[in-house]
Structure formats: structure tokens, C-alpha cells
């Protein structure tokens, strides 16, 4: 962010969350009785109006982020949702040219669903979501515990992202998570096992890692791997970070 002069007074930030912090905070008065207060420093920050609707549905107004400073880019609806998993596989399938291939991704995502360790993470009365392990459990409850809206949750990825091991096969990987509103593939792990046995699982890591990173220069996706339940990189890169600007 360049540098911005608060329009209330004299002080100039070049980090969008103390510019918007600082106007709820300081000058509260300033805020419309009927608006949030960061809600609103935010809409002087991007000069535009308070408030964005769904992409999908175009309708629907949408969460505002407290946390990331961001609106979600889907509203409540679940129809909104699925159009928006679909409109992503489509849009993979325009990049990468492989729709012959989404049946076997398709097919995946239910042997995820039908895992012996899957089961459903309520997130509340409305929401629900398919995990696999405490791990991903705990990555929903973090979401849950700052505020972040179910809406701006996709479980798994609806990507599906194709890689070759050393033989020339075709792998597909699907990413634990993806947040829209932060253009965001989450992967949830446990520390790296060392054990020699374990080199080709380490191996297979290494080549999803780097499929990840080509991607982010193609369609400029973000990719952050979360190990033992650490959020450290994700609240202070992704949450928190002046650098992921805002889509609108």
C-alpha cells in the first residue's frame, strides 16, 4: 500500500490494517450510524461504496472479513457455492486443457469423502464441512475462532492440479482447502517424517510443492502448506498482510 493520508486528520500509513484500525479506533465518530467501523475506514481506503455482492448470484450482499480486510466473494447461499466450484473447475480446464481428466478428479474427491477417517466438522447450524483428521479439524476451529465467514470456505479445493512422478505417471492433487476471497490453496500436515521408509512420500511432497509454486505464476493462486497445526506464516502473510490486495 502507498502511502495514505488519513482524511480525518494528519497521520500517513503505508499498511492498509493500522489505516483502518486507526480510523475505527480513533475517529469512530466519523462512522454512519449504520456502518461498521472498519467496514467503512476500508471503503475510504478503496474509495468505493460500503458493501459487495456475491459473484455468483450477484444479488446477494457479502461478509465483510474483520480479520483479512477483505470481503468474501460468494454470500450465503449454497447454490452460490456450487456455481462457484464449478466455475473454478471450468476455468482450470480453459488453463490447462485437460477435461478428459475430471471424471478421475471427480472420482477422488468421493473416495475422499468416503475416507474410514472422514467425518463432518459442524461449523454451525448452517455449516458443515468433510475432514479428514484432527488437523483439518483444528484449521476450521482457527477460522471459526477469529471470525472468518463459512461462506469463504471451500473443503477440499475445488482445483484439481495434475503432476508427474519420476516414471512420467499423471498424479492428481487436491488441496486440503481454498479461500476465495484470499485466492488461497491450504494444504494441512503433520511434521515431515525422516524416517528413510518415508524418502518417497517426501519426494511425492516435494513435487506437489512445486506444482503449487508454477501454478501461483500462472494464475496467481496462493499455495501455503500449514504443518502441525502452526499459523503463524498464514495469519501474518495472508491474514494480516498489506500484500494481498484487495480483488474488487
Not at 51 to 77: E, T
Not at 91 to 101: A, S
Not at 148 to 167: F, H, L, R
Request: charged share 30%; with cysteine; proline share 5%.
Amino acid at each position: 500500500m502507498r502511502n495514505t493520508r488519513c482524511p480525518f486528520c494528519i497521520k500517513i500509513f503505508n499498511d492498509k490494517h493500522q489505516f483502518c484500525h486507526h480510523i475505527a479506533n480513533v475517529h469512530n465518530d466519523q462512522t454512519p450510524e449504520d456502518a461498521d467501523p472498519l467496514e467503512f475506514a476500508y471503503s475510504l481506503l478503496v474509495h468505493k461504496p460500503i458493501g459487495r455482492i456475491c459473484v455468483m448470484c450477484r444479488n446477494n450482499k457479502v461478509n465483510f472479513n474483520q480479520q483479512s480486510l477483505k470481503y468474501d466473494r460468494i454470500c450465503s447461499d449454497p447454490k452460490c457455492k456450487e456455481a462457484y466450484v464449478k466455475m473454478m473447475k471450468a476455468r482450470m480446464v480453459k488453463v490447462h486443457g485437460q477435461e478428459h481428466l475430471l471424471n478421475d478428479a471427480d472420482m477422488q474427491r468421493k473416495m475422499i469423502y468416503n475416507h474410514p477417517n472422514a467425518r463432518d466438522f459442524v461449523w454451525d447450524e448452517d455449516h458443515k464441512f468433510r475432514v479428514i483428521g484432527t488437523y483439518e479439524e483444528d484449521f476450521l476451529k482457527k477460522l471459526r475462532s477469529i471470525g472468518w465467514s463459512p461462506n469463504d470456505v471451500i473443503a477440499p479445493s475445488p482445483n484439481n492440479y495434475w503432476y508427474k512422478w519420476k516414471d512420467g505417471t499423471l498424479h492428481l492433487y487436491i488441496p486440503d482447502f481454498y479461500i476465495p476471497s484470499l485466492s488461497l490453496e491450504v494444504e494441512i500436515k503433520e511434521s515431515d517424517n525422516h524416517h528413510p521408509r518415508m524418502e518417497h512420500a517426501r519426494e511425492i511432497e516435494h513435487l506437489k510443492d512445486q506444482r503449487l509454486r508454477d501454478e501461483e505464476k500462472k494464475t496467481h493462486i496462493h499455495y501455503i502448506k500449514i504443518v502441525d497445526k502452526n499459523y503463524d506464516e498464514f495469519m501474518r502473510d495472508y491474514v494480516k498482510s498489506d500484500e494481498n490486495k484487495p480483488e474488487d
